[in-house]
């Protein structure tokens, strides 16, 4: 016991507690990832939704505004994707495959992100550019 640990020998040192987000955090949190879908389909601005909730929560909840800076990346990426299908259409007419590919991957991501948020998870996209730190 020289070493100042109380735990018996190859046992780590417990882990120091995280920040737990309130159940109202949390719902900021699902609500972060969700809102770039509903934005997306009422004016087709996904990043719009995020943003909103990042600048109305960034100061309150450091879970939140991790969240919705995330969803906000995420949604910059998949605009960005969008864009250039769209562009591939005219070019090489492959923008016809990839548009519902980026279109149905956004969905589906932005979902998943929504429940694990919801649990208290900070949940981080694959496929994303991490633009906003």
Not at 14 to 24: N, S
Not at 51 to 64: H, M
Not at 102 to 120: D, P
């Amino acid at each position: 016991m020289a070493s100042g640990f109380n735990n018996p020998i190859g046992t780590p040192p417990p882990e120091k507690p995280q920040y737990v987000p309130t159940p109202d955090e949390r719902n900021w949190g699902l609500l972060a990832h969700l809102s770039g879908l509903i934005a997306a389909w009422l004016g087709g601005m996904a990043f719009l939704g995020p943003l909103i909730v990042w600048a109305i929560k960034k100061d309150q909840s450091p879970f939140v505004a991790d969240q919705a800076k995330e969803a906000l990346n995420f949604q910059i990426a998949v605009s960005i994707a969008l864009w250039i299908s769209a562009a591939l259409i005219w070019v090489f007419c492959i923008g016809l495959v990839l548009l519902p590919i980026v279109g149905v991957g956004s969905i589906i991501f932005s979902i998943i992100a929504a429940i694990e948020a919801n649990k208290g998870v900070y949940y981080r996209y694959p496929y994303t550019l991490r633009l906003i730190n």
